[in-house]
């Protein structure tokens, strides 16, 4: 079989994406244990089992989920393309044609520079991809650079 | 080129907007005043209103709406009380289209509406009344190629009409209509009191049954007719370069899509149609992604053997060599039909313990059933082929749809597996179109997926 795929992108996302996902993940389960205790205690004593079933989907989630996610996220910006792996379970190898790209937008908020990051949002006239954390100066480069390309012909 | 001094639109348009608004304005006060109990007289005083308040706004937009082309570009004011300008350079104008409804063609004026790519509905330019020979002159001012002989010309007959929309897939709209008039009924006429003595009267199965089918009937019948409407008239025209599609029965609509600006076409056969062998061609664009399905329409209905050949005379960069698709392996086809039947199984077991009835639980292996040649169908379906500058894909859910795409338009491609697919060397490939859409071919051989997710790589 051919397989001249090339082989695929190998950067990852730098740590504090990581430690940003353990914090949602955590503050999720969280959230989801208070409320299954809340029910268990106010609402209907008949479910005990609830807090301990949260705590059964929240610990996992907190420790497994992101881990695996960071593991799994790699992205690489080639001369002509934005090509990015993502997923846990479907593992998703997507391209994105630099000359399809609209605009870049870097995004900054309260939470994400907590962990030194920001996001990369690509758009084209099809949809958003976006990488979810990347240290700002590596974000300014990787947006500059599709800038850089970007000197085309209008067009859709 | 030099700013000429603002216009104000065809007089016309004050009878249009008039007529309009005070319909709008006419429905909502004879509503409320039907609920509310009020006389005939009262009645017929507050539509008197609703009248003479729509001619007011027609005649004071009227006033308030000017435009003028300045350079390279088109300028916009309107608005009564918050004038508002739009200005739309020349050279982002994707099409001048034209909608004409009956009120417009009795004073020998089209309604003019300016496409822009990325524009909802809402944010178009819209010039409700302007004469044929100024619309000539805003196409020509815009950049917009004047109509020439065309090329290629293709009308829908009227038997095609009539099998297209007895075939159409608009049977979701005539559902909504459905439920807007429900909802009308509901707060006009007492449902508590009335509705009880009706569900009381329809107690037997059987009754039940004959409504449910009285008003999916019903709900046919407005599909019929809408698909008609929307439809009648149908023609396409290819040109210097553009697509012009024209179509309705009481509002002619005029759209032009450059031919450049084709990603692809979506040869779709519903449920009704694919069993006849019928299918309706979509055009897949940028710049009408946000179109209802209408206006996406190349072609209402199509004779799917014809349908590649048809594509080629209309848009001759997605001309295929007839070929064979790339097929998922036999060995794909049980995860096709694995998900679809266990869904069905769950949907039809969650049924049955809801309902609590014995014989309900037949539900569970029908569905599972359906579930099962759902994926079937799908798994039938599915491949890809890569024939030259474009890429098909096609996939089948519940309409089957074949994708052919340019692939240096596509806007993204994607290769992706879970574990399971891993270890049987199985993957799904995505292409991602400009309007948004996509076509998907699962469970593909690995080296099949990857060859092609390689090919379109050096297309892009």
């Known amino acids: 079989m051919i397989t001249d795929v090339r082989p695929e992108p190998e950067n990852p996302l730098p740590d504090g994406a990581l430690k940003m996902w353990r914090w949602e993940a955590l503050i999720s389960a969280l959230v989801l244990f208070a409320i299954a205790l809340g029910i268990a205690m106010g609402v209907s004593a008949l479910m005990p089992w609830l807090p301990l079933a949260a705590v059964a989907v929240g610990v996992p989630q907190a420790i497994v989920l992101p881990r695996e996610r960071h593991r799994r996220w790699r992205w690489a910006l080639h001369e002509q393309e934005l090509d990015i792996v993502y997923g846990i379970w479907e593992v998703t190898r997507t391209i994105v044609p630099i000359t399809r790209i609209q605009h870049v937008s870097v995004q900054r908020t309260g939470w994400t520079d907590t962990f030194g990051l920001v996001r990369l949002h690509v758009h084209t006239a099809a949809g958003t991809t976006t990488i979810p954390g990347l240290a700002p100066a590596q974000a300014d480069d990787v947006r500059d650079r599709i800038l850089a390309r970007l000197q085309t012909p209008d067009d859709l | ?364 292996p029908v569905l599972a059933l359906l579930g099962a040649l759902v994926g079937l169908r799908g798994y039938r379906a599915a491949g890809v082929r890569m024939a030259g500058s474009v890429v098909v894909v096609r996939e089948a859910r519940l309409a089957r749809r074949t994708l052919l795409a340019r692939r240096h338009r596509l806007q993204e491609h994607a290769l992706r597996r879970t574990p399971l697919q891993a270890r049987a060397a199985l993957a799904d490939l995505r292409v991602t179109v400009g309007s948004g859409g996509q076509g998907r071919a699962r469970h593909l051989e690995r080296g099949t997926a990857e060859a092609a997710f390689a090919a379109l790589r050096r297309a892009a």
């Open chain 2, 1 to 364: 080129m030099t700013s000429e001094a603002p216009r104000h639109l065809h007089p016309a348009a004050i009878v249009v907007v008039a007529v309009r608004s005070s319909l709008q304005l006419f429905g909502g006060i004879v509503l409320v005043a039907i609920v509310r109990g009020s006389g005939p007289g009262t009645t017929a005083a507050l539509a008197l209103a609703g009248i003479a308040g729509g001619a007011l706004m027609g005649y004071f937009g009227w006033r308030k709406t000017t435009y003028w082309i300045d350079g390279p570009a088109l300028h916009f004011r309107s608005g009564v009380f918050t004038p508002d300008e739009k200005i739309v350079p020349s050279a982002r104008v994707q099409g001048v289209d034209t909608a004409t409804g009956p009120l417009q063609r009795a004073f020998g004026v089209v309604e003019l509406r300016v496409q822009i790519p990325g524009a909802s509905d809402a944010d178009e330019i819209v010039l409700s009344a302007v004469t044929h020979e100024e619309a000539a002159r805003l196409r020509e001012a815009l950049g917009q190629p004047a109509p020439a002989e065309p090329d290629e010309l293709l009308r829908l007959g009227m038997r095609d009409l009539l099998l297209a929309a007895a075939t159409g897939p608009q049977i979701s709209v005539a559902l909504s209509a459905l439920a807007g008039v429900y909802a009308l009924f509901n707060n006009v006429i007492d449902f508590e009191k009335d509705g009880e003595g009706l569900i009381a009267r329809l107690d037997t199965a059987q009754e039940i049954a004959i409504g449910v089918a009285a008003v999916l009937f019903a709900a046919y019948v407005l599909a019929f007719l809408a698909a008609i409407v929307v439809f009648s008239g149908f023609e396409v025209r290819r040109d210097a370069g553009v697509l012009r599609i024209r179509r309705g029965l009481f509002q002619r609509r005029a759209t032009t899509i450059p031919l450049a600006r084709v990603d692809g076409i979506v040869i779709v056969e519903g449920l009704a149609r694919g069993p006849l062998g019928l299918a309706a061609l979509r055009i897949e664009s940028a710049a009408h992604g946000s179109e209802k399905a209408a206006g996406r329409t190349l072609l209402p209905l199509v004779r799917r053997p014809e349908a590649e050949a048809v594509i080629a005379r209309l848009v001759p960069s997605l001309a295929v060599e007839p070929g064979a698709l790339e097929r998922p392996p036999p060995r794909a086809l049980r995860r096709f039909v694995l998900v679809p039947s266990l869904a069905g199984l769950v949907v039809g077991g969650a049924f049955a313990l809801v309902l609590g009835a014995a014989a309900a639980w037949i539900a569970a």
